[in-house]
């Protein structure tokens, strides 16, 4: 996958949002939108521009995108893929995009960040029903459990990710048990339980073009 290779608070900062990038450091003082909320770049700090049509579909797109760690392709692809499911095509879209390995594993606590949780996937400390998964993108399905691997749960950054995970309130479609390092998906997920500020229909509307 394409990396972002500069500062990710730009990313944030250009959309004008936090966007959970880099884990701990965003519920902090020290989080760029907290210091300097404007665009990146020479002129930034001139008066945001105000955008309107397609400028705002790309916007959200961008935003979007970025908030998963995708790349362009990838992001495309899953489009793709849902505009053949059944539905509302927007819905659909970030129901699988919540339903990515990396995702669930950021979201039941395991890791303070997508990025993160891409790694410890990648690096073998993740299992569902009981098999090793080293592919972020899996998506999984209702009932599937997600595991930290035993001898990975001692890890610095997933004891310091499941702490976090204690102050905050999960999503209502996931089961997760702290003690253990498992987490459940209990239910498809609805467009009202994904925690996402997001205008999904402008996407399909950009790519519908």
């Not at 300097?36 to 579909?57: D, E, I, M, S, T």
């Not at 129901?95 to 990515?100: D, G, K, M, N, P």
């Not at 960040?113 to 569902?128: C, D, E, Y």
Request: glycine content about 6%; aromatic content about 6%; proline content about 3%.
């Amino acid at each position: 996958m394409a990396r972002h290779r500069e500062a990710v608070c730009r990313l944030c900062r250009r959309e004008g949002q936090k966007l959970f990038l880099k884990g701990l450091r965003c519920f902090t003082e020290k989080c760029a939108i907290e210091k300097r909320n404007f665009v990146p770049g020479q002129h930034g700090q001139a008066r945001r521009p105000k955008v309107a049509g397609y400028g705002l579909q790309l916007r959200e797109k961008q935003k979007v995108k970025r908030i998963y760690g995708l790349s362009e392709r990838q992001f495309r692809n899953i489009f793709d893929r849902v505009l053949k499911e059944p539905g509302v095509t927007g819905e659909a879209l970030l129901v699988a995009l919540e339903s990515r390995l990396d995702n669930l594993v950021y979201r039941m606590g395991f890791a303070v960040s997508r990025k993160q949780a891409r790694q410890l996937v990648r690096h073998r400390h993740i299992s569902v029903n009981g098999r090793t998964v080293d592919i972020p993108s899996y998506r999984v399905r209702t009932g599937e459990e997600i595991k930290v691997a035993d001898a990975s749960r001692e890890l610095t950054l997933v004891r310091a990710a499941l702490e976090q995970f204690g102050r905050t309130q999960p999503v209502s479609w996931i089961q997760v048990d702290t003690e253990k390092a498992l987490g459940r998906v209990t239910e498809r997920p609805s467009r009202a339980a994904i925690p996402i500020a997001a205008q999904e229909q402008l996407i399909v509307e950009l790519y519908s073009k």
